[in-house]
Every structure is written in C-alpha cells, then in structure tokens.
C-alpha cells in the first residue's frame, strides 16, 4: 500500500523537545525579548526557523529574526548531539523498516541542523531523501512533500507523512497524503486528531506493527 515513508525529526525520531526549548528561551534572554514560555515554544517545533521566532515575537523587525536565529544556534550548538536521544526503538524500527520501504525526511530544521543530527545519530544512511525548511517552504507548506514525491517518483498515495505536530499533519493534508499521528511528541493527541490521521501511534515499533498489518489479511489495524 505504502512504498515511501516520511519522517518529521524532532518530535518523532528524537527527543529534542527540551534542548530546543531551552536554546530558544536563551536566545530571547541574550537579546533582552521577553521571557518565552516553554508551551509557546513547544507549539513552533516543527515550523523553520525564521517562522518559529516570528510566531513566538510577532513585533519582531528581520534583523531581530536573523540576530534571534544566531543566538539560538549558538546555544542549540553548545549543548552535545550524543545527548539527546532516540526516542525507544526508533533505530532498530526503522532499520528493519528500511528493507522493504523507502524512508525520507520532511523537517523544520536547517540543512546543516540536519546533516549534523544524521551523522550523530548514525541514521544518515537509512534516509534515501531529505528536505529541510531553509531549502523549500516551512511546514505547513506542502512543497517540501511535493519535492520529495518528485524526487523519488512515488505517487501521493503510495506514500505516508509521520510527524508529531499540527504542522506535520497538515502539511501531509494540504498535499493529499496519508498521515500518521505521534503522541510523545511536541502537540497534544488531541490537536492532531482534528486533522484525521490515518493512525495515531504511542511508540514508535507501532507504526511497523501496522504496516504489516495493512498487507496481512485477517489482522487487526490500529
């Protein structure tokens, strides 16, 4: 049913929710912005960067955007990439996932970001495609998908977006995709939901239980 695999990153293949809030939160105090609250930051996860700091300081003018992105890629930076985790089983799920579907990539981080987290992570070579928000348009912009789906020559409905955010799910919506919704991640079950995923998964093996249950005849699906 499915041959191309999309995976959003932080959020869904790792645990960068706290290290983003807190770079985040250091950028605003080294500029002298007001406090950010770490649920308003929690909510942009997902979105570019540029998008994210104007979503979170709205009166903010383009040099205070591009002196925001400085200082939150210095203390994203300081803080070391073996630190923060995989969520549970994600590796060796998607290892097996591998050798029977093509897996990309859709994210909100830069491509440097990317690549960085690829290497540490040691998942760089499982990930046929990639596509980054400073290459293309933020989520929830459907380019990027689109891009892909160009890219590797799958059709729309042969693939499926699985991401933690609003900004995922309905990045996938707007492209005509099937999507499947994260709930360890960044935005609560419940926003995700109003946007009708195909599957809604609590740790991450589970989206490989579905999918073989999709080409088993007779088994349960989620």
């Known amino acids: ?22 770079s985040m939160q250091a950028a605003a105090r080294d500029l002298g912005h007001p406090e950010l609250h770490g649920e308003a930051v929690r909510n942009i996860i997902g ?12 009166e903010i003018e383009a040099d205070g955007v591009e002196q925001m992105r400085v200082r939150y890629s210095h ?4 803080q070391n990439d073996t630190a923060t ?21 859709a994210t909100g981080k830069s491509r440097r970001g990317l690549n960085r987290a690829l290497e540490s992570s040691g998942l760089g070579p499982l990930f046929e495609l990639t596509r980054c928000a400073d290459e293309t348009r933020s989520k929830p912009d459907p380019l990027m998908l689109e891009q892909i789906l160009e890219v590797s020559g799958v059709a729309v409905h042969e693939a499926l977006m699985i991401g933690d955010t609003e900004y995922d ?3 996938g919506q ?6 499947v919704a994260v709930s360890y ?22 989206l490989e239980s579905w999918l073989e249950s999709l080409s088993s005849p007779g088994e349960a699906s989620y």
């Open 47 to 58: 979105l570019g960067l540029p998008e994210a700091i104007r979503e979170l300081l709205p």
């Open 1 to 22: 049913m499915y041959k191309l695999l999309i995976f959003d990153w932080d959020g869904t293949i790792i645990d960068s929710q706290e290290r983003i809030i807190a």
């Open 75 to 78: 203390h994203f930076l300081e």
């Open 185 to 206: 991640g960044a935005h609560a079950l419940e926003r995700l939901r109003r946007l009708a995923p195909a599957l809604e998964i609590h740790q991450f093996p589970e």
């Open 85 to 105: 985790p995989l969520y549970p089983g994600v590796e060796e799920t998607l290892k097996r996932l591998s050798k029977g579907y093509r897996l990309a990539v």
């Open 174 to 179: 707007r492209a005509g995709m099937a999507t």
């Open 169 to 171: 799910l309905e990045m």
